[in-house]
């Protein structure tokens, strides 16, 4: 059976002696040189995987999910936001980063309850298959769906309509060949191709013995669908109105599992099955969806504004500013920014600075200047940890322009504080 290690972000690799914890761990020979080929490889498009410290050892970057190697070793790598080293931290963390996917991708309620993520014990790719065949199973026993399809081809009888310009042009010698076109109500469709696609690749990689036998199963139903040969056209294909409305919740998994919706999926000569995710972005989606669900529906809540530049420059805009969210209510707004970075209270001394960095409030402060007009609320969001639970007291950059670090309850899914200061 294939070697699983399971870190944090930030881990350190090595093929010698490790101490065998989610920070430091041990890999073979084969795997190291192939995660720095890899990184190699990833680097040019500005999305190194790990970090070569000496000949010996490796350090992960922010990236978080399961990548394999080619000898079928996973390295799985969860958030550094739990604490400890057990059974019980590890369970914590993967549930966490379970959670906060189903959030990202837009998934059903169905599939993202709390009661099912409690009971996950099984590594990330499995989750993701047994997502996708639960919801695939759902889907075929509601029915899939079939279409009308044109053909046109040569048969010895008529069925349909005669070509009748084809028909003309044969060469002597086939006058018993008719020249049809037609039309078949089949399964042949866009939608089912990419399931059809997704399911077989699920078939292969699966190691779980409830998937393997779901899948097996499912197969059988998909049996004359065939496979995409051209992944992205079906995607672009893929209808989103009413009838097809029960297909709207598979399309997260089918992207993920056919690697065209993860922000990072490594893929190469090797087609193991690898799903990495920036833990900044994963962190910023799962803030923007629990505000929706926090804020009053009056609040408006818009992510990535880019109305404003930094400065002008021979009557040019020059470096777009893009706050995480820009919050409106009535006459008012506020800009909220995220971080995943674990903050300190303890370590307030002005050399500390509790962890904060100065880039950050910098970065706050053109917002608010170009944003807000140098009047109101900036409020920077860091995820809540022992060491950090509740709002630090507000800092000053005038009179009328403040920021508010506040700190986001992963297990209540709000950002603590954010209601009073909005009221």
Not at 176 to 186: A, G, R
Not at 278 to 303: G, H, I, N, S, W
């Amino acid at each position: 059976m294939a070697a699983l290690v399971t870190v944090r972000e930030y881990a350190r690799l090595t093929t010698g002696a490790a101490a065998g914890s989610l920070d430091e761990a041990a890999v073979p020979v084969a795997v190291f040189d192939w995660l720095c080929a890899e990184s190699e490889r990833l680097r040019a498009s500005g999305a190194a995987l790990v970090q070569l410290e000496g000949r010996r050892w490796l350090r992960l970057d922010n990236y978080v999910g399961v990548i394999e190697a080619p000898c079928g070793t996973r390295i799985e790598i969860l958030p550094k936001h739990v604490d400890g080293q057990d059974e019980q931290a590890v369970a914590a963390a993967r549930n966490l980063l379970c959670k906060m996917l189903s959030r990202c991708l837009n998934l059903s309620p169905r599939e993202s309850a709390a009661t099912h993520l409690r009971t996950f014990d099984a590594p990330l790719t499995e989750w993701v298959m047994r997502q996708f065949l639960e919801g695939l199973d759902h889907l075929i026993k509601r029915g899939i769906r079939f279409d009308y399809r044109a053909v046109r081809e040569q048969q010895r009888y008529l069925r349909g309509r005669l070509d009748v310009t084809r028909q003309l042009r044969q060469p002597p010698g086939r006058e018993h060949l008719f020249q049809i076109e037609h039309d078949i109500f089949d399964c042949d469709r866009a939608e089912n191709r990419l399931l059809r696609s997704a399911l077989d690749r699920v078939c292969k990689l699966t190691g779980d013995p409830r998937n393997w036998r779901l899948s097996r199963e499912l197969a059988s139903y998909l049996a004359a669908v065939p496979v995409s040969a051209d992944h992205a056209t079906d995607f672009r294909d893929w209808r989103e109105d009413r009838l097809m409305a029960h297909y709207r919740p598979l399309k997260p998994w089918c992207s993920v599992i056919l690697g065209g919706h993860s922000p990072l999926a490594v893929a190469g000569a090797w087609r193991g099955l690898s799903l990495l995710f920036p833990m900044e972005r994963v962190f910023e989606r799962y803030v923007e969806a629990c505000l929706r669900r926090q804020l009053p529906a009056d609040t408006a809540v818009k992510p990535g504004a880019s109305s404003r530049h930094l400065c002008r420059h021979r009557e040019r805009d020059w470096f777009q500013l893009k706050p995480d969210f820009l919050l409106s209510r009535r006459d008012r707004s506020w800009v909220l920014d995220t971080k995943w970075k674990r903050l300190d209270v303890s370590r307030g001394m002005a050399g500390e600075k509790y962890g904060l960095a100065q880039s950050d409030f910098y970065q706050l402060f053109a917002y608010g200047r170009h944003y807000l007009d140098d009047r109101g609320e900036l409020f920077l969001v860091y995820p809540k940890t022992v060491d950090f639970h509740a709002p630090l007291e507000e800092f000053v950059y005038s009179d009328s322009l403040r920021l508010r670090v506040l700190p986001f309850d992963l297990e209540r899914d709000i950002v603590l504080g954010l209601d009073e200061r909005l009221s």
